[in-house]
Every structure is written in C-alpha cells, then in structure tokens.
C-alpha cells in the first residue's frame, strides 16, 4: 500500500518561508508530485521530482531524497493567495497516492 | 478550451438512488481519473483509465462502477448509493503513456455529492 505523512497546518506571515515536508512509504514509487488546492476548489499541479535534488518553479521549489524517502516543498516570499491546502503525492506508474495535505495560513 | 468538466456540479441522493456523474476532457489526453475528497483527508483514487477501451481499479472501487465511452468521456456510477459515499468527486486527466515520466494531472471542479 501507500502511505505518506505531512503536517496538518502552517501558519506564516507575509513575505516568509514557508517548508512542507512529506515522507512516504510506498511500493513501485516513480517520484513524488505535490499539488495545491485552494478552498472548494480543483487540485492544480506545482511541481515533480523523479529523481533526487531540487527543482525550482519560480517562488515555489521542490527537494527529493529517494534514499530517505523525504521530499519537500518550499514556499518562498509567502503572498496572502498562497494560503491553500498542498498535498505530496507519490507516482506509481499510473496511480497516485495523496497525503492527507498541509493547510497553508498566510497572515498580513 | 475548458479542460475538464464535469457535471453535476451538486447532488443530493437518498440511499439506494442510483446516479451517475458525468466527466469530459478536450485537451485530448489519453488517461482519466476518478477520486474522491473526504474532510481532512486528502484524494483518494476511485478508478483511473489508462486509454480508451480500458479501466482499472485504484484504491477504494468498492460500490462504484466506471465507463470510459470514448477518448473524451469517463463516466462514474454509483449503483445502490450509501451515506458512507457523501464525498466531493473529482475526475481528471493527464497525458501520461505509462513510460514513468511526469504524470500532471489535470482536475475539474468537482462533484459534490450527498447521500441522505
């Protein structure tokens, strides 16, 4: 089966840091995807890694460790409409497997 | 291009009602998706449809039946509709082949389904 664990709520200001970290545990993994949803709405995709290290899509990067079984997602210069929820997803050739997703607070 | 639709936007069934949600994709993508959102939780596969012609099982089929009636159309069913399937449903579609490269998925806005 599939498993994957990130934290439930983050909660940063305006301009911050934000990192969201994902761990799994899964069979036939290809890589790990991540996937933002804001409230009501469609999940839409951020970014994918098949092999370790980063990747970088504008304010938002993304890290894979395959050896630890980690990634992350890193949120950088925080705007008001980042707040949202983000889920990991892990890649089994056709089926992806989310987590339960991060609900991302931006405060003024 | 409206990417993936999908209809009802709401429904409200009585347990043991039958009913069936509709999804089209005009981005001419090869594989479709169907999941379901519970609270706090996050999406769980249904059925997925690698091509035309074919479905598969994902994670939670139980009570569920799917149609991919051409490239375009993925069809969900439920036969004998039950509380524990009040959920929001999502279809999707990507153009993932099976090769193990980037599978985006692309999601419409959702069904949000409620079973009395």
């Known amino acids: 089966g599939q498993s994957l664990e990130q934290p439930s709520e983050v909660t940063a200001v305006e301009g911050a840091i934000v990192q969201i970290n994902c761990t799994y545990q899964?069979?036939?993994?290809?890589?790990l995807s991540w996937y933002q949803q804001h409230d009501g709405g469609a999940p839409t995709f951020l970014s994918y890694?098949?092999?370790?290290g980063l990747e970088e899509t504008g304010r938002f990067s993304s890290f894979l460790s395959r050896s630890d079984s980690y990634g992350y997602l890193l949120l950088q210069e925080l705007q008001m409409k980042d707040s949202a929820s983000y889920f990991c997803a892990a890649t089994n050739d056709y089926k992806l497997s989310f987590g339960a997703g991060t609900t991302v607070t931006v405060r003024a | 291009n409206a990417g993936v639709t999908q209809t009802p936007k709401f429904q409200v069934l009585k347990t043991g009602q039958s009913m069936t949600l509709q999804c089209a994709q005009d981005?001419?993508?090869?594989?479709m998706y169907w999941y379901r959102q519970d609270p706090g939780m996050g999406l769980r596969l249904i059925y997925y449809?690698?091509?035309?012609?074919?479905?598969d099982k994902g994670e939670v089929p139980n009570g569920y039946n799917v149609s991919r009636l051409n490239k375009r159309e993925f069809s969900l069913r439920l036969e004998s509709a039950a509380p524990s399937q009040t959920s929001v449903y999502f279809c999707?579609?990507?153009?993932?082949?099976?090769?193990?490269?980037?599978?985006?998925?692309?999601f419409g806005p959702g069904t949000r389904l409620t079973v009395l």
């Open positions: 899964t069979s036939g993994f290809y890589g």
């Open positions: 999707a579609s990507s153009d993932y082949t099976g090769t193990g490269g980037t599978d985006t998925q692309y």
């Open positions: 981005m001419n993508h090869n594989s």
């Open positions: 890694n098949a092999l370790d």
């Open positions: 449809s690698a091509s035309e012609g074919t479905t």
